[in-house]
């Protein structure tokens, strides 16, 4: 049992370019989260979605898209890289928010842009 | 003001004392609260639920003052191994979404 994997788990770009970060979940969960973490900032979140084919803007979602077509896939694109997202990304998972409020989190990527 | 505030830190502690986290929110209609732990370079793990009458596990004590809107976290006996960052996490009634504090840094030393 995988739990929540994260590829890549290391990125460089140059600004402009772009990229797709890979999220996976095998614990059939509905729902799935992008979350960013920066020195002083604490997770923000960036997307979230509520089961497949559903997506919804998070509280930074400026800057990237994403897309849940298998509700075991949640994937997270940078279309124009800048280096202010520059971060530790976080994917997260959990059942609906109806029992204890835990999210499994992947074990993040961190990527640079330069 | 932010949503979720919590003394960064860091608190440098010997082995086997007792030490002290708050975390205040701002968001009166908060439901929902956590205390998270994140080891350096690692992803965050749920540490315990905190519930309206307190609760222990363990060590570990979370305690909710809904009055004063904070939420607190104490550990006994403090082991080498509860050095890490505590994340205070919240959430209002009826949404998906957890904020999460900053986190507070602890240092156990020998």
């Known amino acids: 049992n995988a739990g929540v994997t994260q590829t890549p788990k290391f990125r460089v770009l140059k600004t402009g370019q772009s990229m797709t970060l890979l999220c996976a979940q095998d614990?059939?969960?509905?729902?799935m989260y992008w979350y960013r973490q920066d020195p002083g900032m604490g997770l923000r979140l960036i997307h979230y979605?509520?089961?497949?084919?559903?997506?919804a803007k998070g509280e930074v979602p400026d800057g990237y898209n994403v897309s849940r077509l298998k509700k075991q896939n949640f994937l997270l694109g940078l279309e124009s890289a800048a280096p202010s997202q520059t971060s530790v990304y976080f994917c997260?998972?959990?059942?609906?928010?109806?029992?204890?409020?835990?999210?499994?989190f992947g074990e993040g990527s961190r990527l640079t842009v330069l | 003001r932010k949503e979720v505030e919590q003394d960064p830190g860091p608190f440098n502690v010997p082995e086997g004392a007792t030490v002290a986290f708050n975390c205040t929110y701002s968001?009166?209609?908060?439901?929902?609260f956590f205390w998270y732990r994140q080891d350096c370079r690692k992803e965050p793990k749920l540490l315990m639920s905190?519930?309206?009458s307190g609760n222990e596990d363990g060590r570990f004590t979370a305690q909710l003052n809904r009055a004063s809107q904070y939420i607190s976290l104490l550990i006994r006996d403090s082991k080498l191994s509860d050095s890490a960052t505590y994340l205070c996490?919240?959430?209002?009634?009826?949404?998906?979404?957890?904020?999460f504090g900053t986190g507070t840094r602890l240092q156990v030393f020998p």
């Open positions: 997260a998972s959990s059942y609906p928010r109806d029992n204890t409020g835990e999210l499994f």
């Open positions: 614990m059939n969960h509905e729902y």
């Open positions: 979605s509520v089961g497949e084919g559903t997506t």
């Open positions: 968001n009166s209609a908060s439901q929902s």
């Open positions: 905190v519930y309206s």
């Open positions: 996490v919240v959430s209002s009634y009826n949404t998906d979404k957890l904020i």
